[in-house]
């Protein structure tokens, strides 16, 4: 079965510090990995997704993220964060068969000015 | 476009009590699916549907109903409610494109969300 794990639940960060949050799956299958972004009292958005080609994968407002097919990773980066990015950030896996997305449990990033 | 919506946004029932949540999208995507997010699990899938008329169970499927009769429209029905169905609820629709390589690849798009409570 497929399942998607975030390592991090809670991450306190100040401003321009680095970012990097973890992500791994199971699935034996084609996967297409996604990193979504909820910002308080949002919906879920869309910061970036790999499908296939290119593992590094640029995203918006300067996120990007690096799938590592042998370690079943698709870790989220940011080079330095700001205040506005304090939100949710969530982990998905998809199965390109069927098209349904399981979601890893979610890190919370809380940037301080 | 409207994107995906979701009515109502907030909800409050009691115990025992049925309704339905409302998703519609406008943009002829095939996939819809309904989640639930509850505070430390992420987002759960509920029920998905891969087009009118087809629907399947996801992760979290007891205690909901759900059918698909026309592309847009995708609503969640809750039998008899209670209180483990406190959560926020989430829609959502995506479109399919073949890949080069092959394989067909989804992101999806999410409504606002309702925010149910169950007394």
């Known amino acids: 079965a497929q399942s998607v794990s975030q390592h991090n639940h809670h991450v306190i960060l100040s401003e321009a510090a680095s970012l990097e949050l973890g992500c791994n799956y199971s699935y034996g299958g084609t996967v297409n990995l996604f990193w979504y972004v909820q910002y308080p009292g949002q919906h879920l958005q869309l910061l970036l997704k790999?499908?296939?080609?290119?593992?590094l994968v640029k995203g918006i407002k300067g996120f990007e993220a690096e799938f590592i097919k042998s370690k079943f990773s698709f870790n989220l980066r940011k080079p330095s964060v700001q205040w506005s990015d304090t939100a949710e950030y969530f982990c998905a896996v998809g199965s390109s068969n069927t098209g349904k997305l399981i979601f890893g449990q979610g890190t919370t990033l809380q940037v301080k000015p | 476009n409207a994107g995906v919506t979701q009515t109502p946004k907030f909800q409050v029932l009691k115990t025992g009590q049925s309704m339905t949540l409302q998703c519609a999208q406008d943009m002829n995507h095939e996939y819809m699916s309904w989640y639930r997010q509850d505070p430390g699990m992420g987002l759960r899938l509920i029920h998905y549907s891969v087009g009118a008329g087809i629907t399947d169970q996801g992760e979290v499927p007891n205690g909901y109903n759900v059918s698909r009769s026309t592309t847009e429209d995708f609503p969640l029905r809750l039998l008899s409610a209670a209180p483990s169905q406190t959560s926020v609820y989430f829609c959502?629709?995506?479109?399919?494109?073949?890949?080069?390589?092959?394989?067909?690849?989804?992101?999806?798009?999410f409504g606002p969300g309702t925010r149910l409570t169950v007394t």
């Open positions: 790999y499908f296939s080609g290119d593992p």
């Open positions: 959502a629709s995506s479109y399919s494109r073949w890949r080069e390589i092959g394989g067909i690849s989804y992101e999806q798009y």
